[in-house]
């Protein structure tokens, strides 16, 4: 009896704590606001569900929903996972991942990828150091994953001042650390005035002493009832030094929409293998094939065309033509695309990656020599915004294909048909 009375009081202290966070008053001018975490505060909801039925007025009709939970058993014990369904869609959210998004789902329709990594796992059992530096790939299964901040791209060997003033060297891992670092901070937002956009807002900080002093502040929002999400970013140099920064957004398509006969669309200025694999397909290198045991991985280097304001469209359609995906950003805040193909088997994974970003995915020392790393001047901050569509009709995909061809305008794409030197 006393073990259960002291499990009853443990419950009942613990909700105590985290209704404060919770209750109807907790709000914005504009928003209705909700902590989920909080580190400075020692804020942390376990579970909790809100929807539509909580609130009078607000996009009723869509019957939308944002649950928190905690997963449990194997690599992914302890990992949160907030998932929204806005009425038309559902898609989760890892705040313990760098705030990465797992996937997408549209009337049980999945957008994402089979990852040989099964679970959502936690950066504990990430070793970034791994085999040669490589580790990163050992939670990798995001549909949506930030690489950076500090750095992006291969491993290897860069130069760096030491807090001495002195040169040395240090060894970059793979795709930075970004993507395994838990968020400090995650928000819930709902507008209060139509169209009622949720917002899920996180902090994620990647510092250390005489080392980088950089906040990624990021909001994931979509509106009830549609099948759109916008990524609005900010990465924050908060230390008093210039600070080097990179950022790609490694968004990852694999099965149903990916298949043989599937196609990406983009409005390319230029195209240059990455690897002598893609050489090999580097005329069309748009079109995707089946499934192929012993395929090496493919990747291509991209300049887009935009438009008067730099906005630019890309697309990725199934072979059927009937369902896409399409990512609209500005090349002026990500000026660099990467298409990964890696059209292995589906348990090896089959996998395809369109990647805006500040650079191209080589080692930090290759991209700086080519004025492609970005500087942050002390407390400077850098916007970047990513709005994602996924179309099930069409109409809808047709009207986007004619988007990408206005923004081509019968301009070349100049291909050049070796990797880099």
Known sequence: MRRSLSTV??????????????????????????????????????????????????????????????????KQNGVDLITIENGAM????????????????????????ESPVKEVVHPQWVNLESRGGIGWLEGFNEWMVRCGLEFAGHPGVDQFTDNTGAEAEM???????????????????IDKAPPHRIRLRGTVHESMLFGPK????????????????????EVTNIGSDPQEIQL????????????????????????????AAATEDIDAPWTYAAPTKGYIEKVYLMKLYADANSETLVCLKNSEGNRAATIRYNVDQLPCFTLWKNLTTIENGYVTGLEPGTSYPFNRSVERPHGRIPV????????????YEFMNSTQQINESIEEIRKLQNDRPTEILQDPPE
């Open 171 to 189: 060894m970059l891992t793979l795709h930075g650390k970004v993507g395994n670092i838990p968020a400090s901070r995650v928000e819930l937002l």
């Open 376 to 387: 942050l001047a002390a407390d400077e901050t850098r916007q970047f915004t990513l709005t």
């Open 248 to 275: 790609i957004y490694h968004t990852n398509f694999g099965v149903p929409l990916l298949s043989e006969g599937a196609n990406f669309i983009a409005p390319v200025q230029s195209v240059q293998p990455m690897n």
């Open 90 to 113: 559902a898609f989760r959210v890892i705040p313990t991942r760098g705030m990465s998004i797992l996937d997408v789902e549209i009337n049980d329709f999945r957008i994402g990828w």
């Open 9 to 74: 009081l443990r419950v009942v202290i613990f909700t105590c704590a985290i209704w404060p966070v919770l209750r109807a008053e907790d709000l914005e001018a504009d928003s209705h606001r909700f902590v989920l975490i909080d580190t400075q505060s020692g804020q942390w909801v376990r579970e909790k569900t809100l929807s539509s039925k909580n609130f009078d007025g607000i996009a009723k009709a869509s019957g939308w929903s944002v649950r928190k939970e905690v997963l449990h058993g194997g």
């Open 214 to 233: 950089l906040k990624l502040t990021t909001e994931v929002s979509t509106i009830p009832g549609s099948t759109e999400l916008t990524i609005s970013d």
